[in-house]
């Protein structure tokens, strides 16, 4: 079937499907009770319609995006773009990196040098101003700040004005990976896969990483290079007259952030760590709404089933109290502290046939392997947020997650979703990933396609906080099939998870309000086209396909946003088109740009 064929029925199907729900009310048999209301007052009620995956070359060349049903009217249905790497916005190149002076970079052929790893782009009413701070994925990372106009009448959002954020202030950024929305409006933004200080203390071995080397066109002189610089929570003030601060939360950790998620109290703040051997980490801030002093926790899984991707009950190990302050004085040599390297807090050694000798700790952590340290004197703090991995290795937690991804609260039931793109290597039983650690995580078999778990929360009394996750166990998970089975070879063989359901899941973000779990797709080659997937708890509790990404994209960085002016928002981003699979269907005419932009609007809803 043609794809304008395709587009014709689907119309007509949402058309007799939503005269159908309006003519019953819009009952879905759950009796309104989502806990919120429109904004008529009447119970709010949503369903994604769905769309097919993508068959043909020019349907996974688009963006294609489900109509919703709302309260029996269709809303959505495509993807509003705000604007593409590349475009010029009030002077200023969407995606262009600059250098510690605000100059920008150039390519060797003298272009500017735009980054396609467009990330988390958030939504800040302020005032009457209506504001949105849009990070990139690389190195040296971007910030942008977008003033967006608001159409009163449908909801519509455009740029008025960009301007780049400058964060020289805050030693450049790292790798911008996904983020959030502080409950008090702040941009609470991530720096991913910290830079290893054991094998890059200095600018000469940054140099000799591929990964690390491009951060050095940052600085005037590339011997300002220090890896404790990056891996932490930005947090990102925009005020009503545009002006912008930013700030590094030290007190926190520092990790390979995909990002921090601030609980309703406005004091705990849970934090995931993409990567191979990686933890769970929880803050609880002294004081509601700052984030630049408290005590750090790290997950340590107690498993309770082996089977399927498996389930345990969670303790949490305290890192001890730390603030930004005398955290920063390390990292910088400020206030008569002398800025450390790793080797002036860790003596290390190598193992010797898989063990330590006395007085030394053998770790897994960072995707290193086994490792042998021992802190030196006086120096726990600040390993504890320097180091906070190894550190909480050390102590006994958790460090056998595998690309553990985005977390979102269900304000509905009291929990946690969090995703986990690969359930392999340290979370298995016996594996290389265990050598030398406790092999907390011990599963039956591996799920390259991830999956997504939840986590109960209740108070703790000890800790402080009515939003302790105390256990661990599946929501969903992907499904591995064969090269046999006839939906791969439909596919071009080029997806090993089914396609119709989750593979490797990045962010996830919880729709207050229409109860739905909406998640996004990191899935590399496990589908040739990722995609947003809404699960529904308020009726069927299936996967619906809401979203679909041009060859080689990711799906980053989902949020909900269910009142702004009288609208609702679903933000995403449309990743790097034609990079991670594909790039040879690439015909050089611009398809390889990034998209930042929205689904909806959506009538608002106002969440109890």
Not at 90 to 115: H, M, P, W, Y
Not at 161 to 183: E, F, K, M, R, Y
Not at 337 to 343: G, H, M, P
Request: aromatic share 10%.
């Amino acid at each position: 079937m043609e794809l304008f064929q395709k587009k014709r029925l689907l119309q007509a199907m949402v058309i007799a499907t939503a005269a159908s729900l309006a003519a019953c009310g819009g009952d879905d048999g759950s009796n309104g009770d989502t806990g919120a209301d429109g904004v008529n007052g009447s119970p709010a009620f949503m369903k994604f319609v769905g769309v097919a995956a993508p068959a043909t070359d020019a349907e996974k060349r688009e963006i294609t995006v489900s109509q919703a049903i709302v309260n029996g009217k269709i809303y959505a249905g495509e993807y509003n773009v705000l604007a593409r790497s590349g475009d010029v916005i009030s002077g200023v190149a969407f995606g262009q990196l600059v250098n510690k002076a605000g100059t920008v970079l150039t390519e060797d052929d003298g272009s500017v040098r735009i980054s396609d790893s467009n990330e988390f782009t958030s939504l800040l009413p302020i005032g009457n101003k209506l504001y949105s701070v849009s990070q990139f994925e690389d190195r040296p990372g971007a910030m942008f700040l977008m003033e967006l106009n608001q159409d009163k009448d449908n909801g519509k959002l455009s740029v008025a004005n960009l301007t780049q954020i400058d964060q020289s202030g805050i030693d450049g950024g790292w790798v911008h990976c996904a983020g959030s929305v502080t409950p008090w409006t702040t941009h609470l933004a991530s720096e991913e896969y910290e830079p290893d200080a054991k094998k890059q203390p200095t600018s000469a071995e940054a140099a000799l990483s591929s990964y690390s080397a491009s951060m050095l066109d940052y600085y005037a002189e590339a011997s300002e290079w220090n890896p404790y610089f990056y891996g932490w929570n930005i947090e990102v003030t925009v005020a009503e007259n545009a002006a912008v601060t930013t700030e590094k939360h030290y007190a926190m950790g520092r990790l390979a952030y995909e990002l921090a998620y601030v609980m309703p109290d406005s004091k705990t703040t849970y934090m995931t760590d993409d990567g191979t051997n990686v933890g769970l980490y929880m803050f609880v801030a002294d004081t509601a709404g700052d984030l630049s002093a408290g005590t750090t926790y790290a997950a340590k899984w107690n498993q309770t089933d082996s089977t399927g991707i498996g389930a345990a009950d969670l303790t949490w190990i305290s890192l001890g109290h730390a603030t930004n302050a005398e955290i920063s004085d390390y990292v910088h040599g400020t206030n008569g502290k002398t800025k450390v390297t790793f080797n002036d807090i860790f003596d290390s050694e190598d193992p010797v046939g898989n063990a330590c000798s006395a007085g030394f700790t053998s770790i897994n952590a960072n995707g290193v392997g086994q490792e042998c340290l021992k802190v030196k004197a006086g120096m726990e703090k600040v390993a504890s947020r320097l180091e906070t991995r190894r550190y909480a290795a050390m102590l006994g937690a958790t460090t056998e997650f595998r690309k553990e991804e985005g977390i979102t609260y269900d304000s509905k039931r009291h929990k946690m979703y969090v995703g986990m793109s690969n359930v392999t290597k340290g979370m298995l039983a016996g594996t290389s990933g265990d050598v030398g650690g406790p092999d907390h995580i011990q599963l039956d078999e591996e799920n390259k396609c991830g999956a997504v778990y939840q986590m109960d929360l209740g108070p703790d009394s000890a800790i402080g906080s009515n939003y302790v996750a105390h256990n661990m166990y599946g929501l969903v998970a992907g499904r591995p099939v064969s090269i046999a089975d006839p939906q791969v070879a439909g596919f071009e063989a080029k997806n090993s998870c089914h396609i119709d359901g989750i593979a490797e899941p990045d962010n996830v973000t919880y729709i207050s309000g229409y109860d739905m779990l909406i998640i996004g797709e990191d899935a590399g080659t496990t589908h040739q086209n990722d995609a947003l997937w809404a699960y529904d708890f308020a009726s069927e509790k299936k996967l619906t396909r809401i979203l679909t990404t041009p060859y080689g994209s990711e799906t980053t960085s989902p949020y909900w946003y269910p009142n702004i002016n009288g609208w609702s928002y679903l933000t995403t981003v449309v990743q790097h088109p034609y990079v991670e699979t594909d790039d040879d269907k690439d015909t050089g005419s611009g398809e390889a740009r990034a998209y930042t932009g929205y689904v909806g609007p959506f009538p608002a809803v106002n969440v109890q």
